[in-house]
């Protein structure tokens, strides 16, 4: 894409944001951020104040309409904003407005030249660079004559742009209207919605760059996130699919699943989708891959939904494969926790700050269909996509199991396979008495791969893919397969 | 039009002296007015015990925040209490004695 001359912007320094609005806010104009209450608006309103006075060298004002001037503080105090402190040092500016209709009378022509007066003298107390006015639309509840108000509203945003400040203008979400007051009319450069829902009791908070006047901008919502670290939009990266396409290539662990997959194994960087029912050796197989990177030093970490790892380190100490070693060595990292734990955007914040804290370059995600149960399936395949682009982004290598039920067995991985690079799907049944395990590459992209089905077995020695002479079904029927693992037991026990 | 009584509050029965403020930002045709009528309700009805204070904001703008300014002009009624706020040039006399407990609502 040709790079055009975009505006200039104004980082928020708020993780995600200024990459999802390619660089923050429009410098020297306002913003208008909507959304219903407690949807963050307020919250994200700070944080461009606050990251502006430490971060960026540009002092604020807060003109707020709020009541509860000092809930909003302590509350802020939660995420380590020290208010009174940024005040001291000169670096902000705070004025509570307050209006009470009750004690106002209104008679004859007036104009809002007393609250241009207080921004001016707060903008020009501390050399404010950027400006937040929490909620103005306050102002209709305080006073009757709304052709003053709006005429007088539209005069203060073009003012705004005068005084050479980036301001957000927050809103109050109305009925078929981003705002109560139709604010949007007036604000035209940026407009940001806010929404949080909660969906089978787990809440979303979503986020949507509704416009942005001059430049390019992610239309789809973005799930973000309040927690103690503040606000955070996700995905961090990789909006534009522009991740490496590394042609190294990393081991499964398995040597006869490397020479399926061309000889060589996974591509680095790829995304593994390994599906199967219960008990079909998906977790083996994930063992293998991190013990074989462990084994050339690379850093693991493994997401575990259903087993704890201790539970994970005995069974997989039964085939033979010793991971404890690796912990011990700090080479390999175990995080589990229940799905129902926290919704989804919680457990991707969570992931991604793993990840981060520890930088591996091969993750497992064990199984990653118990995070389905957390939300929709749009929902977590809209979560699934941001962390395999983060992954990507950071050239990890990631392995996810998917736990399918016996019967429709692709269906329930269908959402997230076109997501995977590497699909193995693995299968079993019980034929006079014996435990069979099939396994093939359902597809391998950008590579020449194996369409054959193979019969594996695990030992006390580890998994181990049986020769295609043991009881191999022939590869032209194998063909007929991927519309599902039922159709591949059948063959398989033949 | 409502018909407007004579207020029997306490104030303007006890003939306390009123302590208005006038805010205004410049001389704008809006804040001449404004104290223009405001001087002439005052004449007619609290002759002698009334002050008129007018507080220009291009000049002072650090005091918009203490009487809650937002409206330019804003009379403050500071005496007696409680505080009372009319916005606008003043114009409509009936509203502004109203809004002084001068006239009672009706």
């Known amino acids: 894409m040709a790079p055009r001359r975009e505006l200039p912007k104004t980082l928020t320094g708020i993780r995600g944001f200024d990459e999802i609005t390619r660089g923050g806010l429009p410098t020297h104009r306002p913003t208008l951020v909507c959304g219903g209450p407690g949807s963050g608006k307020t919250l994200l309103a700070l944080t461009f104040l606050v990251n502006g006075a430490l971060q960026f060298g540009e002092p604020g004002v807060l003109l707020t309409f709020e009541e509860n001037a000092e809930e909003m503080a302590s509350d802020v105090a939660s995420l380590g904003f020290d208010l009174p402190e940024l005040i001291a040092a000169k670096k902000l500016a705070v004025d509570y407005v307050r209006v009470e209709r009750a004690e106002i009378e209104e008679t004859g022509e007036y104009d809002l030249e007393g609250l241009f007066v207080r921004l001016a003298y707060a903008i020009r107390t501390v050399g404010a660079k950027r400006v937040v006015l929490d909620t103005i639309e306050s102002l209709f509840a305080g006073l009757k004559n709304d052709g003053i108000l709006r005429s007088e509203l539209r005069r203060l945003f073009s003012w705004l742009k005068d005084q050479g400040v980036t301001a957000i203008i927050t809103g109050e979400r109305g009925d078929g209207l981003l705002t109560r007051q139709g604010l949007e009319e007036y604000i035209s450069d940026a407009v940001i919605l806010l929404d949080h829902r909660v969906h089978d009791q787990v809440s979303t908070r979503r986020l949507r760059v509704v416009k942005y006047r001059g430049s390019h901008h992610g239309t789809n919502e973005y799930p973000f996130l309040i927690d103690a670290e503040g606000i955070s939009v996700l995905p961090v990266s990789s909006l534009a699919l522009q991740h490496h396409a590394p042609l190294a290539r990393v081991s499964s662990g398995v040597a006869h699943l490397d020479g399926m997959l061309g000889g060589k194994g996974f591509y680095r960087g790829s995304t593994i989708l390994v599906s199967g029912t219960a008990g079909t050796g998906k977790t083996s197989l994930g063992a293998h891959f991190l013990d074989a990177a462990c084994r050339r030093g690379e850093r693991c970490l493994c997401f575990l939904f259903e087993e704890s790892p201790q539970q994970l380190l005995r069974n997989m100490r039964s085939i033979g494969i010793n991971l404890e070693p690796w912990v011990t060595a700090g080479l390999l990292q175990f995080h589990a926790d229940r799905p129902s734990r926290y919704g989804l955007e919680t457990h991707l914040a969570t992931m991604q700050n793993v990840v981060a804290a520890f930088r591996p370059t091969i993750t497992v995600i064990d199984p990653v269909t118990n995070l389905m149960t957390v939300g929709t399936s749009a929902d977590v395949q809209a979560m699934l996509t941001r962390i395999i682009d983060h992954l990507k982004t950071e050239n990890i290598t990631a392995m996810l199991a998917s736990l399918t039920p016996a019967l429709n067995a692709v269906e329930r991985t269908e959402s997230i396979s076109s997501l995977m690079d590497t699909w193995i799907v693995l299968a079993n049944e019980e034929v006079g008495g014996r435990h069979r395990r099939g396994l093939y590459v359902l597809k391998s992209r950008g590579m020449a791969h194996s369409n054959e089905l193979r019969e594996f077995v695990l030992t006390d020695t580890g998994l181990q893919v049986l020769d295609a002479t043991g009881e191999p079904p022939a590869p032209s029927r194998v063909e007929h397969v991927p519309e599902g693992p039922e159709g591949l037991v059948e063959h398989a026990g033949a | ?106």
Do not use: F, W
């Open chain 2, 1 to 106: 039009m409502p018909e407007l009584e004579p207020a029997t509050g306490i104030a303007a029965a006890a003939g306390q002296t009123y302590e208005l403020r006038l805010y205004v930002a410049g001389q704008t045709p809006k804040s001449i007015l404004a104290l223009a009528n405001l001087r002439q309700i005052c004449e007619e009805h609290l002759q002698g015990r009334y002050e008129i204070e007018v507080i220009d904001l291009m000049e002072n703008p650090q005091l918009a925040q203490g009487d809650q300014i937002l409206a330019l002009p804003t009379l403050v009624r500071r005496l007696p209490e409680p505080i009372k706020k009319i916005i606008g040039d003043l114009s409509n006399t009936e509203r502004v004695l109203v809004g002084l407990d001068l006239r009672v609502r009706t």
